[in-house]
């Protein structure tokens, strides 16, 4: 029995996702961004596990085309596959106390990758050191405030629709994980 793909499930999950990545293009303070909680849901619901790891790398490609490539892309873009990676921690119960958790994981590991990712590639001229790193993370201590919120609210408002949505859309329930 083959799969089907246009499933009301995977339709509504790609859906959110697609809304999620057009709020990138909203005015937001740096780092107040909806790709870990994009990455994080696909995990928790998409049947195929591939499509939460790629689908946030595709919208980062696609909107990066557009806001432009930068050489530490790989420090942005391993954080937001691991947070995918965290999202299948929640496959089988998702709550409240577990989806925060995973977005403060998930925050923290792009904080320290990111982090390490500009202080290596010279970015902003800290000095190659461990004094260095240091200070690269000291200096992006606002930017790890605006991901965890940003992380927190953009998960807090997909996965509340998504489980509101479950509420009126019977089809959206049964055994979301194969």
Wanted: proline share 7%.
């Amino acid at each position: 029995m083959k799969k089907q793909i246009f499933t009301p499930m995977n339709l509504t999950i790609v859906g959110m996702v697609v809304l999620a990545a057009m709020a990138r293009f909203m005015p937001h303070p740096p780092a107040f961004s909806p790709i870990a909680a994009m990455a994080i849901f696909g995990g928790a619901y998409f049947a195929k596990k591939s499509w939460a790891l790629v689908l946030p790398l595709v919208v980062m490609l696609a909107t990066d085309a557009y806001f432009g490539y930068y050489p530490e892309m790989w420090g942005v873009y391993i954080p937001f596959i691991i947070a995918g990676c965290l999202g299948f921690l929640l496959r089988k119960k998702v709550t409240v106390l577990r989806v925060g958790g995973i977005c403060l994981s998930s925050s923290l590991i792009f904080f320290l990758i990111s982090n390490f990712a500009v202080w290596l590639g010279g970015l902003c001229a800290y000095p190659m050191n461990f004094s260095g790193l240091i200070t690269c993370y000291a200096m992006g201590l606002p930017f790890f405030r605006n991901e965890v919120l940003g992380t927190l609210v953009y998960s807090g408002v997909m996965f509340g629709a998504f489980e509101l949505a479950k509420l009126y859309l019977p089809s959206l329930s049964p055994n979301k994980v194969k």
